[in-house]
């Protein structure tokens, strides 16, 4: 099993920067496919970036420009969310997730590819 803890949300102005980590913990040598995601109320999780074997990236097109996956190489297990120009629509619940799977594409952006998922950070962009 995997766990993953999120960290780094909080409350920001429009067009500040947040960086979000997340730390897995357990098979994290399985791990091959990394993902964020956020929701908020009444809405679908939405799937932002995602990092194939720690090089291969994928973004929406929502945060395509703005936001930066990426993996620490000496930490393999902590991957970050760089947010620049932050927006009020991105204010959410967001979530890291992971599986031992191949993801590339657009397939890294659904939420029903990832099997392990952390509890979430608030982010507020006002």
């Known amino acids: 099993h995997v766990q993953l803890v999120e960290s780094g949300g909080g409350s920001v102005q429009a067009g500040g920067s947040l960086r979000l980590s997340c730390a897995a913990s357990?098979?994290?040598?399985?791990?091959?496919?990394m993902g964020w995601f956020r929701q908020v109320p009444g809405k679908e999780r939405e799937g932002l970036a995602a990092i194939y074997k720690g090089s291969f990236t994928y973004y929406s097109d929502s945060v395509k420009g703005r936001f930066t996956i990426s993996q620490d190489r000496t930490k393999k297990n902590t991957v970050y969310l760089q947010m620049d120009s932050l927006k009020p629509e991105d204010t959410a619940q967001y979530y890291c997730a992971a599986d031992f799977r191949i993801c590339l594409g657009t397939q890294g952006l659904r939420a029903s590819e990832y099997v392990y998922w952390g509890q979430g950070t608030q982010v507020t962009v006002s």
């Open positions: 357990g098979f994290t040598d399985k791990i091959i496919c």
